[in-house]
């Protein structure tokens, strides 16, 4: 069994930069591949980035792209994702998911990120 936990939302001012983590216990954790997402107030929650097993395969969405990285680090069970440039748009609730498009197998708590203009 999966267990993730997210960490490192907060509030920040536009243009600023956040790093959320992704920690996850379970011994199969290294099978899977990793999604962020996120929901902002009064929204459905959307996909954001994801990794894949081994961390040599990335994407991120294209409202994202070139301002957000996601990365991770096998030796601890870790999936980062890299914020900057951020803009109002961009708060919401962050969630990290173990597993592929389609079918994920985990969800994580959640990490506020709030982005003031």
């Known amino acids: 069994q999966v267990r993730l936990e997210e960490s490192g939302g907060g509030l920040v001012h536009a243009g600023g930069s956040l790093r959320l983590a992704c920690a996850a216990s379970?011994?199969?954790?290294?099978?899977?591949?990793v999604g962020w997402f996120r929901q902002a107030p009064g929204k459905e929650r959307e996909p954001v980035a994801r990794v894949n097993w081994n961390g040599d395969t990335s994407y991120v969405a294209d409202s994202v792209r070139g301002r957000f990285t996601v990365s991770r680090d096998k030796l601890i069970n870790t999936v980062y994702l890299q914020m900057t440039s951020l803009k109002s748009e961009d708060t919401g609730v962050y969630y990290c998911?173990?597993?592929?498009?389609?079918?994920?197998?985990?969800w994580g708590q959640g990490t506020q990120v709030t982005v003031a203009s």
């Open positions: 379970g011994r199969t954790f290294s099978t899977f591949g």
């Open positions: 998911a173990a597993g592929e498009p389609g079918t994920w197998y985990a």
